[in-house]
C-alpha cells in the first residue's frame, strides 16, 4: 500500500560480469538499437515474418520465447529501445551453443499500453549473435539472477493484456484475467464517484496500467528490487518513464473486498498523482484510506485494540511510522483525513492535498483556511481516545 521510487539502473550486479567492450565479441550498438526497433514494430505490426527475420536460430529452444513475445509485444501500443553500455561474456555451456560471437547486453525499453498516454521504462537483457553481417537476437535468459532494474512482464511470462475503463491491465499467465478485470473495474467506478480530480493540482490524470504477474518472485522482478514490495500485496510505483503503475503481489491470497479495497486505494495515489510529490505521506495515505473504506463498508470496523495502538503512534504519522507501523499509522492518517473532510468540506480537503504537492507546508494551508496551529492533531488525539474507549465519533461514520 505505499508510494515507491522505481529507478531504472543500467549498472548492477548479478551473473554477468561488465566489461568496458574493448575484449571479447562486440557488436555495434546502432545495428542492435535498429534491429531491436524493427523486431519491436514487426510484433505491433502482426508480422511474424518480419519479426522472425531479426532472430537467430541457433538456440532451438528460443523458439517458443520468441513465438510468446511476438504474441505479447503485439498486444502494446509502443516501444523504443536504447542498448546500455554494458556488455557480458556467456556461460561456457551457452557459448557452447550460441557460438564465439555471442554477447549479452542490457537494454532499456520504454513501452506504452496500447490506450495509455504515459510511458513505462524497465531493463531487460538480450543475447546477440552476428549472422550475415548483421545482429540478431539469440536469447532473452542469460542476464543477471538477480534485478538491476525493473523488467516488464510481458519480457518474462506470457500475459493478457485487456482495456477497461479506460485503464490497462496486464495479467500474466496464472492469474485470472477476468476476475482481476472485474476487481480492477470495481476500483476505478469507486475513485471515479470520489470526485478527486481537485486533489491533483495540474494535468490530466496519469494513465492506470496494473500489473498482476503470477508470482512473488515475477512481482520482484517487475518492480526491479525485493525491498519496494516488502510487506505490501500492492503498491504504486513511480516509474521514470512518467507512468504509475501499479504492481500486484497475487500471491498475498487476500479475500476478494480486500483486493478491491487495496486496489481502490492504490489507484487514489494514481488518480491523484500523489506519488513522489511534494504532500505529507499521511496525507496521501489517509485520503486513499477515506476512498477505500467509504467503496468497501463492511471493511470498516475499528477495535478499541487498534484505535488504542494508533494513538500511541501519534495524530500525523511519520514516514517511518507508515512503514514500520502501517495498520496504526494508516488509521492515524485516515481519522486525520475525515476530520479535515468534517472541518472544511470535501472540496476543501482535496485541496489542502493539491496545495502541498509542492511541499508547501499542512501547516501553513491550514492557518490560510483559518485552522488554528496544532488543532487538527488535537482533534485526531481526541477522535483516537474516543474510539479506543468505545465512543462513537460522529465524523467517523
Same mark, same amino acid.
Request: negative net charge.
Given at each position: 500500500?505505499?508510494?515507491?521510487?522505481? @529507478?531504472? #539502473?543500467?549498472?548492477?550486479?548479478?551473473?554477468?560480469?561488465?566489461?568496458?567492450?574493448?575484449?571479447?565479441? /562486440?557488436?555495434?550498438?546502432?545495428?542492435?538499437?535498429?534491429?531491436?526497433?524493427?523486431?519491436?514494430?514487426?510484433? *505491433?505490426?502482426?508480422?511474424?515474418?518480419?519479426?522472425?527475420?531479426?532472430?537467430?536460430?541457433?538456440?532451438?529452444?528460443?523458439?517458443?520465447?520468441?513465438?510468446?513475445?511476438?504474441?505479447?509485444?503485439?498486444? @502494446?501500443?509502443?516501444?523504443?529501445?536504447?542498448?546500455?553500455?554494458?556488455?557480458?561474456?556467456?556461460?561456457?555451456?551457452?557459448?557452447?551453443?550460441?557460438?564465439?560471437?555471442?554477447?549479452?547486453?542490457?537494454?532499456?525499453?520504454?513501452?506504452?499500453?496500447?490506450?495509455?498516454?504515459?510511458?513505462?521504462?524497465?531493463?531487460?537483457?538480450?543475447?546477440?549473435? #552476428? /549472422?550475415?553481417?548483421?545482429?540478431?537476437?539469440?536469447?532473452? %535468459?542469460?542476464?543477471?539472477?538477480?534485478?538491476?532494474?525493473?523488467?516488464?512482464?510481458?519480457? %518474462? /511470462?506470457? #500475459?493478457?493484456?485487456?482495456?477497461?475503463?479506460?485503464?490497462?491491465?496486464?495479467?500474466?499467465?496464472?492469474?485470472?484475467?477476468? *476476475?482481476?478485470?472485474?476487481?480492477?473495474?470495481?476500483?476505478?467506478?469507486?475513485?471515479?464517484?470520489?470526485?478527486?480530480?481537485?486533489?491533483?493540482?495540474?494535468?490530466?490524470?496519469?494513465?492506470? #496500467?496494473?500489473?498482476?504477474?503470477?508470482?512473488?518472485?515475477? !512481482?520482484?522482478? $517487475?518492480?526491479?528490487?525485493?525491498?519496494?514490495?516488502?510487506?505490501?500485496?500492492? %503498491?504504486?510505483?513511480?516509474?521514470?518513464?512518467?507512468?504509475?503503475?501499479?504492481? $500486484?503481489?497475487?500471491?498475498?491470497?487476500?479475500?476478494?473486498?480486500?483486493? $478491491?479495497?487495496?486496489?481502490?486505494?492504490?489507484?487514489?495515489?494514481?488518480?491523484?498523482?500523489?506519488?513522489?510529490?511534494?504532500?505529507?505521506?499521511?496525507?496521501?495515505?489517509?485520503? !486513499?484510506?477515506?476512498?477505500?473504506?467509504?467503496?468497501?463498508?463492511? *471493511?470498516?470496523?475499528?477495535?478499541?485494540?487498534?484505535?488504542?495502538?494508533?494513538? &500511541? %503512534?501519534?495524530?500525523?504519522?511519520?514516514? &517511518?511510522?507508515?512503514?514500520?507501523?502501517?495498520?496504526?499509522?494508516?488509521?492515524?492518517?485516515?481519522?486525520?483525513?475525515?476530520?479535515?473532510?468534517?472541518?472544511?468540506?470535501?472540496?476543501?480537503?482535496?485541496?489542502?492535498?493539491? !496545495?502541498?504537492?509542492?511541499?508547501?507546508?499542512?501547516?501553513?494551508? *491550514?492557518?490560510?483556511?483559518?485552522?488554528?496551529?496544532?488543532?487538527?492533531?488535537? &482533534?485526531?488525539?481526541?477522535?483516537? &481516545?474516543?474510539?479506543?474507549?468505545?465512543?462513537?465519533?460522529?465524523?467517523?461514520?
Amino acid at each position: 500500500m505505499l508510494a515507491l521510487l522505481v @529507478l531504472t #539502473v543500467l549498472g548492477g550486479c548479478g551473473g554477468v560480469p561488465a566489461t568496458d567492450g574493448s575484449t571479447g565479441p /562486440e557488436i555495434d550498438p546502432a545495428a542492435v538499437e535498429q534491429t531491436l526497433q524493427r523486431w519491436g514494430e514487426a510484433a *505491433l505490426a502482426g508480422d511474424r515474418s518480419a519479426f522472425d527475420a531479426e532472430v537467430s536460430t541457433r538456440d532451438p529452444a528460443f523458439a517458443a520465447t520468441a513465438t510468446r513475445l511476438f504474441d505479447d509485444l503485439g498486444r @502494446l501500443g509502443s516501444l523504443r529501445w536504447e542498448l546500455g553500455p554494458r556488455r557480458g561474456p556467456l556461460p561456457p555451456t551457452r557459448r557452447g551453443l550460441l557460438g564465439p560471437d555471442a554477447v549479452v547486453a542490457p537494454a532499456t525499453v520504454s513501452w506504452t499500453p496500447e490506450g495509455a498516454a504515459d510511458t513505462l521504462r524497465a531493463v531487460v537483457w538480450t543475447t546477440w549473435v #552476428v /549472422e550475415d553481417g548483421a545482429p540478431r537476437l539469440a536469447g532473452t %535468459v542469460d542476464g543477471p539472477d538477480t534485478a538491476d532494474g525493473p523488467t516488464p512482464s510481458w519480457w %518474462v /511470462e506470457d #500475459v493478457t493484456v485487456q482495456q477497461v475503463g479506460g485503464a490497462t491491465v496486464v495479467t500474466g499467465a496464472s492469474p485470472d484475467p477476468d *476476475l482481476w478485470r472485474e476487481r480492477v473495474e470495481r476500483a476505478l467506478a469507486a475513485v471515479e464517484a470520489a470526485g478527486l480530480d481537485a486533489a491533483r493540482p495540474t494535468g490530466p490524470p496519469p494513465s492506470v #496500467v496494473v500489473q498482476v504477474p503470477s508470482s512473488r518472485r515475477l !512481482a520482484e522482478r $517487475v518492480a526491479g528490487s525485493a525491498a519496494l514490495l516488502e510487506g505490501a500485496a500492492a %503498491v504504486t510505483l513511480v516509474d521514470v518513464g512518467g507512468a504509475l503503475p501499479v504492481l $500486484v503481489d497475487p500471491a498475498a491470497g487476500l479475500s476478494e473486498e480486500s483486493w $478491491v479495497f487495496l486496489l481502490t486505494h492504490e489507484l487514489v495515489h494514481v488518480r491523484t498523482a500523489s506519488p513522489g510529490n511534494g504532500s505529507p505521506r499521511w496525507l496521501v495515505e489517509g485520503l !486513499a484510506e477515506s476512498v477505500a473504506r467509504k467503496a468497501q463498508p463492511e *471493511l470498516l470496523g475499528t477495535s478499541r485494540e487498534q484505535a488504542a495502538a494508533a494513538a &500511541e %503512534v501519534g495524530p500525523l504519522p511519520t514516514d &517511518e511510522q507508515l512503514r514500520e507501523e502501517p495498520y496504526a499509522a494508516y488509521l492515524c492518517s485516515w481519522v486525520a483525513v475525515e476530520l479535515l473532510r468534517q472541518r472544511l468540506g470535501h472540496a476543501g480537503a482535496l485541496d489542502v492535498v493539491a !496545495a502541498t504537492a509542492d511541499g508547501r507546508s499542512v501547516a501553513d494551508v *491550514l492557518a490560510a483556511a483559518d485552522v488554528p496551529s496544532g488543532e487538527l492533531e488535537r &482533534e485526531v488525539a481526541a477522535a483516537l &481516545e474516543d474510539l479506543a474507549a468505545g465512543r462513537e465519533v460522529p465524523a467517523l461514520r
